[in-house]
T-cell receptor
Framework: AQSVTQLGSHVSVSEGALVLLRCNYS??????LFWYVQYPNQGLQLLLK??????LVKGINGFEAEFKKSETSFHLTKPSAHMSDAAEYFC?????????????FGTGTSLTVIP | DSGVTQTPKHLITATGQRVTLRCSPR?????VYWYQQSLDQGLQFLIH???????AKGNILERFSAQQFPDLHSELNLSSLELGDSALYFC??????????FGQGTRLTVV
């Protein structure tokens, strides 16, 4: 069985400060991991993904995430927060990339950026 | 633009009524997933179809049903609607790649 835990349903950072959103996963097989972002009144948009290649993954808008198998973590970071980063962020896990596989989403983290 | 189209964008209906939400996946994507997003419950997985067959069910009420047609579009049917069914309903599609692509959602308001 697979699951995702996002620590912290709400995170606030000052503009220009480091963004760190935490995600831990559980998977009985090598996972594929994803971060999605949702802006108000919009659908979810893929930020980045890990698919068993490089453990440090770079995404759009300056975000990156590191896959750490020993810690079963896939935390999302950005060195300097921008006002436009305010959104809801979802971590997701999938059982490899086989077609027909499930996605399991975390409960989401709402990021507030303080000017 | 994700390539996933959901209609309608907004829907207002009365309690006890039935509605149908439609999802057109990206061209060629065989998997369609449905999710419900509400303020108090977050993003809840409802059901997954793959190439016309139901693949998995999540927290889907018996009043809700879905199907995927031969042209791969999918419909989510919600019946005997209650106030608590008010939410954003998303569909996502997935093809040979690894990630799912989400539509813009249908906002359902039950009054």
């Amino acid at each position: 069985a697979q699951s995702v835990t996002q620590l912290g349903s709400h995170v606030s950072v000052s503009e220009g400060a480091l963004v760190l959103l935490r995600c831990n996963y559980s998977s009985s097989v090598p996972p594929y991991l994803f971060w999605y972002v949702q802006y108000p009144n919009q659908g979810l948009q893929l930020l980045l993904k890990y698919t068993s290649a490089a453990t440090l993954v770079k995404g759009i808008n300056g975000f990156e995430a590191e896959f750490k198998k020993s810690e079963t973590s896939f935390h999302l970071t950005k060195p300097s927060a921008h006002m436009s980063d305010a959104a809801e962020y979802f971590c997701a896990v999938s059982e490899g990339g086989k077609v027909g596989n499930q996605f399991y989403f975390g409960t989401g983290t709402s990021l507030t950026v303080i000017p | 633009d994700s390539g996933v189209t959901q209609t309608p964008k907004h829907l207002i209906t009365a309690t006890g009524q039935r509605v149908t939400l439609r999802c057109s996946p990206r061209s060629g994507d065989l998997s369609v997933y449905w999710y419900q997003q509400s303020l108090d419950q977050g993003l809840q997985f409802l059901i997954h179809y793959y190439n016309g067959e139901e693949r998995a069910k999540g927290n889907i009420l018996e009043r809700f049903s879905a199907q995927q047609f031969p042209d791969l579009h999918s419909e989510l049917n919600l019946s005997s609607l209650e106030l608590g069914d008010s939410a954003l309903y998303f569909c996502a599609s997935r093809g040979a790649g690894t990630e799912a692509f989400f539509g813009q959602g249908t906002r359902l308001t039950v009054v």
